[in-house]
């Protein structure tokens, strides 16, 4: 979680303020990463009713084989499709606890951050479980739910190194920072450097730590928002977007924030774009989320946008997991969320016409009604996603030529491809010059086009 605020990007001028500063650190580039993290995490279906007994039974339905087979006819797990990171979020701490040092709401004078022994009896155990199953742990910081305090900075730095120490001994593999304690006044290059200190002083088989950057949401804490590249990337992974709603407005709204990091080339192996946990499959029973256009254009988008794909569903839900499973075991969908090929996809239309929606709280967003987003995949193959969210069913038209990376140049006078649909993997034939589908209401094409190098024009 992290608090509601603004989502624009960060002034040039104040990225070159930081730069100015001498702040310049290197960036990780330590192999981990290398393609978008994959997993699940606790905040969208538990928010702070979580505890270890919950984190462990997670756990276990991240490796039970599914009821069902995948489209390939192989029964298989969430962690053999490559959900491998189960994270702890928020609400793990022992909150304004008396432990806690004056000034501080659940670290000790020491900086050791205080756990909620009754909802968390042993993390080292949990974390093991998570290792015994072949998964990862992640874990949470600079917490927003009990208002995380530090005065100054020299104690501020005592709690993030309390942090990281313990980070480390309860072997934990990656670690969300959010943005709303005020561990975010000392900034990201700090626990950057903080991390690898403690990595190095360890000789522990998980000391290799995979870090989000939540920094990004908070309007407050400028300069230390989210630190786009170029200016190096001490994270794996950045939030663009404020907090994911289960709701449409919220999906298309947080995908909003994606193109200004792509036009930059910002999101690629090693540091990643992310607009939030998927909502696919979170259900509270209480008559709100997605319905299932909306559920596999909520999917299809992150994929083709090489976002992380963290789950958030309850994985023990069987009806749940029926519902979804067709989608979130979708092989060539992972595919092509995984592969990188120099350009981590985005959109190269939208309509001038928009759509107005509620996101939450007293925040509305103007969409485009029809939009289409792409991702080159390798072998002049392009993944392509028509999204329509307009309350009307649409015909969507892709002229190929528009496509980035696309074989077809402005000139050549004849260009098809063979468009294959993504969601259920049927071929659509070969098509020459451009691609029209019909799309209803907030659902998506998902289409894959290979070059016809033949020339054939066998339409069907
Ligand atoms: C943690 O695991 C150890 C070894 O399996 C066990 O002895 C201990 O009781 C566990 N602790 C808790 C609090 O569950
Ligand atoms: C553990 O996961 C890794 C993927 O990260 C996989 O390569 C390996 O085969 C898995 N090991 C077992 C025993 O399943
Ligand atoms: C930080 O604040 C505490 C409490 O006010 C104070 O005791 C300490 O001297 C301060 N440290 C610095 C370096 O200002
Ligand atoms: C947060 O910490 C900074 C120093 O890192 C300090 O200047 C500021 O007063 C602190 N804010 C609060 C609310 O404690
Ligand atoms: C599973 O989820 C469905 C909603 O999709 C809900 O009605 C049902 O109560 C859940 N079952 C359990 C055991 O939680
Ligand atoms: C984007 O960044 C990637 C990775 O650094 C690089 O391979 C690629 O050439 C870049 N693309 C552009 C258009 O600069
Ligand atoms: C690491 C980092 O980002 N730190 C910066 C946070 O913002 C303050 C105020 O501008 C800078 O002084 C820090 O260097």
């Known amino acids: 979680m992290a608090t509601i605020g603004l989502r624009r990007p960060l002034p040039t001028l104040l990225l070159l303020l930081f730069c100015l500063q001498g702040n310049v650190v290197i960036g990780i580039n330590d192999g981990l990463a290398l393609t978008p993290p994959m997993g699940w995490r606790s905040w969208n279906l538990y928010e702070g009713d979580i505890n270890q007994e919950k984190m462990e039974s997670i756990m276990r339905g991240m490796v039970r084989r599914h009821s069902r087979p995948d489209h390939t006819g192989r029964m298989t797990t969430l962690a053999e499709l490559g959900y491998r990171d189960v994270g702890l979020d928020d609400l793990w701490q022992d909150c304004h606890s008396t432990e806690a040092a004056e000034g501080m709401h659940y670290h000790d004078s020491n900086g050791v951050p205080l756990i909620d022994k009754s909802r968390f009896p042993s993390i080292q155990n949990m974390t093991a479980f998570a290792h015994s199953l072949n998964l990862t742990a992640g874990w949470y910081a600079n917490n927003c739910a009990c208002n995380d305090q530090c005065r100054n900075i020299t104690e501020c730095k005592l709690q993030i190194q309390g942090d990281v120490q313990a980070l480390v001994a309860y072997n934990f593999d990656g670690i969300k920072i959010d943005g709303c304690g005020n561990e975010t006044s000392v900034g990201l290059a700090h626990w950057y450097e903080t991390i ?48 994911i709603r289960n709701t449409y407005g919220s999906i298309v709204s947080n995908l909003e924030t994606l193109p200004y990091y792509h036009h930059r080339n910002d999101s690629r192996p090693g540091c990643w774009a992310y607009p939030d946990m998927l909502m696919v499959g979170v259900d509270h029973g209480d008559g ?40 979130i075991s979708n092989r060539l969908m992972i595919h092509i969320n995984q592969v990188y090929v120099g350009d981590s996809g985005g959109r190269y239309y939208q309509s001038s016409e928009k759509v107005r929606f509620h996101v939450g709280g007293n925040i509305w967003d103007d969409i485009p009604a029809v939009q289409y987003l792409s991702k080159p995949i390798g072998d002049d193959k392009l993944a392509v ?20 990376h696309s074989v077809c140049g402005c000139c050549r006078i004849q260009c098809s491809y063979r468009v294959y649909n993504v969601w259920d993997h049927r071929s659509k034939g070969i098509h020459e ?15 894959l086009l290979e070059p016809n190098n033949h020339g054939t024009t066998d339409k069907n």
């Open 433 to 447: 010059g451009s691609y029209s589908v019909q799309v209803l209401p907030h659902d998506a094409a998902f289409l």
């Open 288 to 327: 709100y989320g997605l319905n299932l256009a909306e559920t596999r254009s909520h999917f299809g988008a992150w994929a083709v946008v090489s976002s992380p794909l963290i789950l958030s569903h309850n994985v023990n839900n069987h009806s749940v997991m029926d519902r979804i499973w067709d989608l």
């Open 196 to 243: 690898r200190r403690q990595r190095r002083r360890t000789t522990k088989r998980h000391n290799k730590i995979v870090i989000e950057n939540c920094h990004g949401v908070n309007p407050d804490f400028k300069p230390n928002w989210t630190l786009p590249p170029p200016f190096d990337c001490p994270y794996h992974f950045y939030r663009t977007s404020h907090d």
């Open 385 to 404: 996603f028509l999204m329509n969210s307009g309350k009307t069913t649409r015909s969507l038209l892709t002229d190929f030529r528009t496509i980035p």
